[in-house]
């Protein structure tokens, strides 16, 4: 029988087994169940002991990007986000075993973790100044940079459901990145000022329809949204769906030359651009706008207007699905098999930005086309980089430029995952496709914003 003057208290010895305590209630004795005279104060100091090397043991979370370990690569990226909304820092560690994450460790860090099925590794922190250590070595092509606040997203998108879907949305749906939709009305009214970061979903800024004219004329989503479009263009008070499509680029130019962070794909990256330096000109023919286009309009285009582009010629035939020289789509001869682009080195330490932007389990990624498929290097600018090209057929795929105090991006292409995205195609799912290196080249771009910058040097 046990005296009612002990209290069973325990206490785990340095050698993991358990050690019973017992304390003499009257007395305030403390002692080991052999009869050791222990006191309190001991036992604290033991336990302190044993939870300090513990910490000491595993205090670091490692998120490694490299194509051996790593079994889902876009949920990678969600998990970093998440983690830097609860306010937490984060080393991104460029060209360490594909650009990977550091983190400090936490019990709900790992169960999310295990939750999204995102790999992970417990460091110590012998380990982790190893690793820090290494990466800050001069004869390293790498660099750890800090990420310091999520991100808030826009995206520019039109309300309802199109015949066709856009891959930065559904990456941050799957990823589980939230982000906000807004249109012109928004954009108009400085709604950009309140976000972070914009992409621009599959937009055609000079009113002209995405020049699905011959194909899709009749087709009644076609006419619904040319329709749609033209109401939403009286509301805001414009004549026509080109002025008022100006109006917003010009609004998306005004917030990235303010700071902001602007991501765009396929046809919203080159009629961008036209849109900006066609301003004032009437390029439109009567069946977009109903009246004809200006005489003699390509010699009125002002490419000192425009971000990327410049020296391009604009195609003039509404029947030709195509806006301009920019896009290689009808230029290529590539075939789909050999269809890939290269992702460009840069120097981790001196060049950070396009380092970020590049970071991947593979410097070699499968191409796919769109509406603007890639872009001809005699038309980009030499103010800007690029950052993945495919060698085969001489193009640009993927390019980042400063504009003022902001950046954008622009991304040849449709869906990564679907070499030839057609009008009505079931939309990609990305469970088949956690590891896509095409992918992954989107969620750096929605980071790049978390990370704190340094001046580029190239």
Same mark, same amino acid.
């Given at each position: ?39 309190? $104060? ?68 790992? +169960? ?77 009214? #400085? ?33 619904? #949204?040319? +329709? ?22 010009? $609004? ?79 230029? !290529? !001869? ?125």
């Amino acid at each position: 029988m046990t005296c009612l003057s002990n209290s069973f208290v325990g206490f785990r010895n340095l050698f993991g087994s358990y050690t019973p305590v017992k304390k003499n209630i009257a007395t305030g004795t403390e002692f080991f169940s052999s009869g050791f005279f222990v006191p309190m $104060k001991m036992v604290f100091f033991f336990l302190f002991l044993f939870l300090f090397s513990f910490s000491v043991k595993a205090s670091q979370i490692l998120i490694p990007m490299d194509a051996e370990t790593q079994q889902n690569h876009l949920k990678a990226y969600g998990i970093t986000y998440w983690s830097l909304e609860k306010g937490n820092k984060i080393h991104w560690l460029l060209n360490y075993r594909g650009g990977s994450f550091l983190f400090p460790d936490s019990e709900e860090l790992r +169960k999310e973790c295990m939750i999204r099925g995102v790999s992970f590794e417990v460091l110590s922190d012998q380990k982790t100044g190893e690793i820090l250590e290494e990466i800050s070595s001069p004869s390293q092509n790498m660099e750890a940079v800090l990420l310091e606040k999520a991100p808030k997203i826009a995206v520019y998108s039109p309300e309802g459901n199109k015949p066709w879907d856009d891959a930065v949305t559904m990456v941050l749906t799957y990823a589980e990145i939230p982000y906000e939709t807004i249109y012109d009305e928004e954009v108009l009214n #400085d709604a950009l000022l309140l976000f972070d970061w914009l992409h621009l979903h599959h937009e055609d800024f000079t009113g002209q329809y995405g020049k699905f004219y011959r194909s899709y004329r009749t087709a009644p989503w076609y006419i619904e #949204d040319k +329709k749609q479009a033209e109401a939403l263009a009286t509301k805001l008070g414009y004549d026509k769906v080109s002025e008022e499509k100006l109006a917003v680029a010009l $609004k998306i130019r005004d917030y990235v030359v303010g700071g902001g962070f602007m991501f765009a794909m396929c046809s919203a990256t080159d009629s961008f651009d036209i849109a900006l330096a066609a301003e004032g000109v009437d390029i439109a023919e009567p069946m977009f706008d109903g009246d004809p286009s200006e005489p003699d309009y390509q010699n009125k285009i002002d490419f000192q207007k425009s971000f990327a582009f410049a020296n391009f010629i604009l195609e003039r035939d509404p029947m030709v699905y195509e806006f301009s020289s920019i896009d290689m789509t009808n230029k !290529r !001869r590539v075939p789909m098999d050999i269809d890939y682009f290269n992702l460009m080195e840069f120097s981790a330490k001196w060049d950070p930005i396009p380092t970020m932007l590049t970071q991947n389990h593979t410097m070699l990624v499968k191409g796919f086309m769109g509406q603007t498929t890639a872009y001809d290097p005699e038309t980009i600018k030499p103010t800007v980089l690029v950052l993945g090209e495919s060698e085969v057929n001489g193009e640009a795929k993927y390019i980042h430029g400063i504009k003022g105090n902001g950046f954008f991006t622009f991304y040849g292409g449709h869906d990564p995952e679907d070499y030839q995205h057609m009008v009505g195609d079931p939309k990609t799912e990305l469970e088949l496709h956690p590891t896509s290196p095409g992918y992954r080249l989107i969620l750096n771009n929605v980071l790049f914003p978390a990370a704190k910058k340094k001046k580029q040097k190239t």
